[in-house]
């Protein structure tokens, strides 16, 4: 129930008073209602439940987990390199 | 697809398995509450790639899981009703009532439509004045906003033929029940993203202080889950009792105030029935007294309403994380999707339906499975 959807504001319009928009899901799109995200702008990332628009999708967020969790396997890789080199000297 | 596939990839998934291994030294039971999370676990199989000492305890948060046996009855009696378009989410039309569900109902005449949105029930209504439109508004707080814009509009567009069965709940006083009930094992959560996304992580601020309990607001895609359970892990290892956030790309402390502000509006919070469960107070809202002429309780006389549960089915057990789904007698026996005894097995987000599409018919250790 609680899905939710990331997409792209690719459109946004006033219905019957209601802030509607288009949002692209690599490639399908929907009508989805963006009352609830009234800064959004076209090109932002939202998350979708419902056809509600329940959130801006913080990007730089996004790329600041992912780029933490690189960190996090290089960090293990460049452990394990050294241990390796350490048994190879041994 | 752009900030799915990201959080898919399987080799920084093992990076996490690796790191929880490296950092667990005893058993710890973990709650993850959300439904959409149990089955992200058992699809991907992280229960089973995660060290033996991590059990994970899957939670109440199934909102078709836990919507009482009699507000399901009312569902079954109004929508039978004549003149009535009865309109629901897909998963609630195959939730058991005491004798049939919302298909049988349908197959009898009953006019049943599922509907992708709840503002497409307000559009039936203004293509239907002479028909009664009924939307069955459940869901936690993630779904709310959605059923309160559709009550919201049709008020504003004066309409007289729209009601709603309400029957929503709420998640911090399902943590409180968990966490005040002896039986509970329940060592830290792992929090509903986006329930955090309407409600925000500050509702989570006394539960964490009171219980000394480690809270995690996590997502739903596999990193997501790991990234949650790996924070977890941490903090019970040393001690700590945190909220921590592991999902700030969709959850701000805050929140989502426009969504908070028309829930203010809508609805009015209650005591609510947990399918399996029982009453927990203050776990739900209502329509309220501003939006009570779009009560479809009130508008349809649904009275006398003898509620009678599978005497098979032990799925409030599994709901309260004290059973795993294949330890009940009846899963995949008299039980499966296609005949089932509780919402559990039914729901895409119900725990029974997880083990049984995704196989787990059996228990890990009488397979030998580490």
Avoid at chain 1, 20 to 49: N, Q, R, S, W
Avoid at chain 2, 197 to 216: A, F, K, N
Avoid at chain 2, 328 to 347: H, K, Y
Avoid at chain 2, 358 to 363: D, H, L, M, N, W
């Amino acid at each position: 129930m609680c899905l939710g959807i990331p997409g792209q504001v690719k459109e946004i319009y006033e219905a019957g008073g209601v802030r509607m928009g288009v949002v692209d899901f690599a490639g399908i799109t929907k009508e989805i209602c963006l009352a609830y995200v009234p800064e959004i702008e076209v090109g932002d990332y939202t998350i979708v439940h419902v056809g509600f628009a329940i959130t801006q999708l913080d990007e730089a967020s996004a790329q600041e987990t992912l780029r933490l969790f690189a960190e996090m396997g290089a960090l293990a890789e460049e452990l394990q390199v050294g241990e390796e080199s350490q048994a190879g000297t041994a | 697809m752009k900030y799915l596939d990201e959080f898919r990839n399987p080799e920084i998934a093992g990076r996490l398995f690796d790191e929880i291994r490296a950092a667990t030294t005893r058993p710890w039971a973990i709650m993850e509450v959300c439904g959409g999370q149990t089955h992200s676990i058992i699809r991907n199989g992280i229960d089973q790639l995660l060290p033996p000492e991590i059990e994970l305890i899957h939670g109440p948060g199934c909102p078709v899981c836990v919507t009482p046996l009699a507000i399901i009855d009312k569902a079954l009696a109004i929508a039978a009703q004549p003149g009535v378009i009865f309109c629901s989410f897909g998963d609630m039309l195959r939730v058991p009532g005491s004798s049939k569900d919302l298909f049988t109902v349908k197959s009898e005449g009953g006019d049943v439509r599922i509907v992708y949105s709840p503002l497409d029930a307000v559009k039936l209504a203004q293509a239907h004045p002479d028909r009664e439109i009924v939307f069955f508004g459940i869901g936690f707080e993630t779904t709310a906003p959605a059923n309160a814009m559709a009550v919201f509009q049709a008020k504003q567009l004066g309409l007289r033929n729209f009601s709603m069965l309400v029957s929503h709940v709420l998640v911090p006083p399902a943590i409180t029940a968990i966490m005040e009930s002896p039986a509970t094992r329940v060592q830290a959560f792992l929090a509903a993203g986006h329930v955090c996304s309407v409600m925000g992580t500050w509702q989570y601020e006394p539960l964490v202080e009171r219980y000394d309990v480690p809270i995690v607001v996590t997502g739903f895609e596999p990193l997501d889950v790991l990234e949650g359970i790996r924070r977890a892990v941490l903090q019970l290892e040393r001690g700590d009792a945190r909220l921590e956030n592991a999902y700030a790309r969709a959850v701000s402390r805050e929140g989502n105030q426009p969504a908070q502000a028309m829930l203010a509006d809508v609805f009015a919070v209650t005591d609510r029935g947990w399918r399996g469960i029982g009453v927990i107070p203050q776990s739900g809202w209502r329509l309220s007294e501003r939006y009570r002429a779009f009560d479809a309780e009130e508008r349809f006389a649904v009275g006398d309403i003898r509620t009678q549960e599978s005497p098979l089915c032990r799925s409030g057990e599994v709901l309260q994380g004290l059973l795993k789904p294949n330890q009940c007698p009846a899963f995949g026996q008299q039980c499966t999707p296609r005949t089932p005894l509780g919402a559990t097995m039914v729901s895409s987000e119900g725990a029974c339906a997880a083990y049984y599409q995704y196989g787990r018919f059996v228990q890990a250790e009488e397979i030998g499975v580490q």
